[in-house]
């Protein structure tokens, strides 16, 4: 739709342009010799009543010339009207696309996935993964301990429905750089790009939007 808005455009315009520069001058120049023979005052309104006027005080040789002008001129007036209204459309499109992408924009909550037993929070600029461990408190009962994944997560730049950070392990020599990819509401891709020690990394984990109320 965008490539066929833009083609229709550019195409709109090199007519224009060919019209304007070539055209235009050509036909004027005819017609003022024409006006210097036939000195009236065109008063009609009507399209077919000018044309007809117009045959009555100039030469059947000119009447060409004069047709020629006429609908030229229509077609410049015709072809800006239609450049102001593919601008509208243009405008319209975009900032309906651009709505779209801020209705899905929002990466900010709680994502787990199948692919790992991490956690992760997202909060702004910030990046929190954890895991919840079991354990046996002292009544003999199964309770959960969150514990903190041993990497840091620092923001790098976010554009449209993609954030990029980089994600490190020291212990484990593992420094990976993440693209989040905002799906929809609910499903966040992350590719980890980079090396774990010493070797090439690369990973792709698929989230969706958990709610632990």
């Known amino acids: 739709?965008?490539?066929?808005?833009?083609?229709?455009?550019?195409?709109?315009?090199?007519?224009?342009?060919?019209?304007?520069?070539?055209?235009?001058?050509?036909f004027r120049n005819e017609l003022n010799l024409i006006r210097k023979k036939n000195a009236?005052?065109?008063?009609?309104?009507?399209?077919?009543?000018?044309?007809?006027?117009?045959?009555?005080?100039?030469d059947d040789e000119n009447i060409k010339i004069v047709k020629k002008y006429f609908y030229c001129l229509s077609v410049i007036i015709n072809v800006r009207y239609?450049?102001?209204?593919?601008?509208?459309?243009?405008?319209?499109?975009?900032?309906?696309?651009?709505?779209?992408i801020t209705k899905i924009n929002s990466f900010s909550g709680h994502w787990g996935s199948e692919e790992s037993n991490y956690y992760l929070t997202i909060n702004g600029k910030d990046f929190i993964s954890y895991k919840f461990v079991p354990y046996e408190?002292?009544?003999?009962?199964?309770?959960?301990?969150?514990?903190?994944?041993?990497?840091?997560?620092?923001?790098?730049?976010?554009?449209?429905?993609?954030?990029?950070?980089?994600?490190?392990?020291?212990?484990?020599?593992?420094?990976?750089?993440?693209?989040?990819t905002?799906?929809?509401?609910?499903?966040?891709?992350?590719?980890f790009n980079g090396k774990l020690n010493g070797d090439f990394y690369f990973k792709t984990i698929s989230y969706k939007k958990v709610n632990f109320k």
């Not at 319209?92 to 651009?98: L, V």
């Open 1 to 26: 739709m965008f490539a066929i808005l833009i083609s229709l455009i550019f195409f709109v315009i090199i007519i224009f342009i060919y019209n304007l520069l070539f055209k235009r001058n050509i």
């Open 40 to 58: 009236y005052k065109l008063g009609q309104s009507n399209n077919d009543d000018l044309i007809s006027y117009l045959n009555l005080i100039i």
């Open 82 to 100: 239609f450049i102001f209204s593919a601008t509208l459309l243009f405008s319209f499109i975009t900032f309906s696309q651009e709505n779209n």
């Open 137 to 180: 408190d002292e009544d003999g009962l199964i309770s959960w301990d969150k514990v903190y994944s041993p990497g840091i997560e620092k923001f790098v730049k976010k554009e449209d429905n993609v954030i990029v950070t980089n994600y490190w392990v020291d212990e484990q020599k593992y420094y990976v750089r993440v693209k989040y």
């Open 182 to 191: 905002l799906l929809s509401d609910n499903d966040l891709n992350a590719e």
